[in-house]
């Protein structure tokens, strides 16, 4: 399998022309989703693999600002669009997160063999990336959920968000995913800008997967308690999606028979590894350089 080179990487994400070169230094790969096809981006060669779930109407380019810190520590990263984004075609039986498990670690499995891997999920992706843990307890070495939806059923925040769909004014619509960008993901108004409102709104006017159903369940908080590898959380402060009610995530979590604790970065919002990718990145790298000498 041919890689290109780690010196390829841009340093930093704040362009779509450094956007098109990390894109670039991607191998593309394609693997079974029913009839269809699931999409993976690849970077990197002989490293500890790191498998990245990106979230809800989202795209592999949800890790834009943490692929590049990631190959140049010396991990091989495999990032999918889920079934239903991006690339990917929708996962025939069930398209929510628990019916899309079972063709992300197929998936895997095609791409790596039997070797263990580190999982890290946001958002959707963690409940993704949760059922693989359990499915998968030989393969995946720790866990890492960023932002979990699903760890109680008891309703939290609801940002209010426009409604793009049926707007035929391209400023109207750019409009509308600006407000949802900012009100839903980030948590600052300097972290909005021109062309991460561009990659926005075409990775959520590509979502072709339904209102999903768990996400308002705390089936997160049902299945940790089955994950046996170690895990960890990490969440934005200002996340949208848990104003008021941060109380309820460590409890949750702590459901994990493993569980090592969760890290709060502050000024960031739910897309904490975007808008606070610096910080995000030092926490993630630590996490995944814990006993890694042993793992080489």
């Given at each position: 399998?041919?890689?290109?080179?780690?010196?390829?990487?841009?340093?930093?994400?704040?362009?779509?022309?450094?956007?098109?070169?990390?894109?670039?230094?991607?191998?593309?790969?394609?693997?079974?989703?029913?009839?269809?096809?699931?999409?993976?981006?690849?970077?990197?060669?002989?490293?500890?693999?790191?498998?990245?779930?990106?979230?809800?109407?989202?795209?592999?380019?949800?890790?834009?600002?943490?692929?590049?810190?990631?190959?140049?520590?010396?991990?091989?990263?495999?990032?999918?669009?889920?079934?239903?984004?991006?690339?990917?075609?929708?996962?025939?039986?069930?398209f929510d997160a628990d019916?899309?498990?079972?063709?992300?670690?197929?998936?895997?499995?095609?791409?790596?063999?039997?070797?263990?891997?580190?999982?890290?999920?946001?958002?959707?992706?963690?409940?993704?990336?949760?059922?693989?843990?359990?499915?998968?307890?030989?393969?995946?070495?720790?866990?890492?959920?960023?932002?979990?939806?699903?760890?109680?059923?008891?309703?939290?925040?609801?940002?209010?968000?426009?409604?793009?769909?049926?707007?035929?004014?391209?400023?109207?619509?750019?409009?509308?995913?600006?407000?949802?960008?900012?009100?839903?993901?980030?948590?600052?108004?300097?972290?909005?800008?021109?062309?991460?409102?561009?990659?926005?709104?075409?990775?959520?006017?590509?979502?072709?997967?339904?209102?999903?159903?768990?996400?308002?369940?705390?089936?997160?908080?049902?299945?940790?308690?089955?994950?046996?590898?170690?895990?960890?959380?990490?969440?934005?402060?200002?996340?949208a999606l848990y104003q008021?009610?941060?109380?309820?995530?460590?409890p949750a979590l702590s459901?994990?028979?493993?569980?090592?604790?969760?890290?709060?970065?502050?000024?960031?919002?739910?897309?904490?590894?975007?808008?606070?990718?610096?910080?995000?990145?030092?926490?993630?790298?630590?996490?995944?350089?814990?006993?890694?000498?042993?793992?080489?």
């Open positions: 399998m041919a890689f290109m080179t780690t010196h390829t990487l841009p340093d930093t994400i704040h362009s779509e022309t450094e956007f098109s070169r990390l894109l670039a230094t991607a191998t593309r790969k394609e693997t079974p989703c029913g009839q269809g096809k699931l999409v993976w981006r690849i970077w990197g060669q002989g490293g500890i693999p790191v498998v990245l779930l990106h979230g809800g109407s989202g795209s592999w380019a949800h890790w834009v600002r943490n692929i590049g810190p990631l190959i140049k520590a010396g991990y091989s990263v495999y990032a999918p669009d889920l079934p239903g984004f991006g690339e990917s075609d929708i996962a025939p039986d069930n019916g899309q498990a079972g063709w992300v670690a197929q998936g895997i499995g095609q791409l790596l063999g039997r070797a263990s891997y580190d999982l890290v999920g946001f958002s959707f992706g963690s409940m993704v990336a949760t059922f693989i843990a359990v499915q998968s307890p030989a393969q995946v070495s720790r866990l890492v959920v960023i932002g979990a939806p699903a760890l109680t059923d008891v309703p939290g925040p609801r940002p209010h968000l426009r409604n793009w769909r049926g707007l035929d004014s391209a400023t109207e619509r750019y409009q509308a995913h600006k407000h949802n960008l900012r009100s839903l993901m980030l948590a600052r108004d300097e972290s909005v800008h021109d062309d991460i409102i561009a990659q926005y709104a075409r990775d959520a006017e590509n979502d072709r997967i339904p209102q999903r159903r768990l996400f308002t369940t705390d089936i997160m908080r049902q299945t940790l308690p089955d994950v046996r590898c170690p895990v960890w959380g990490i969440w934005g402060a200002e996340d008021g009610c941060e109380a309820t995530i460590v459901g994990a028979p493993l569980f090592q604790g969760l890290t709060r970065i502050p000024s960031a919002g739910h897309w904490v590894q975007y808008e606070a990718a610096t910080l995000f990145n030092r926490h993630l790298l630590a996490i995944l350089d814990t006993n890694r000498q042993s793992r080489e």
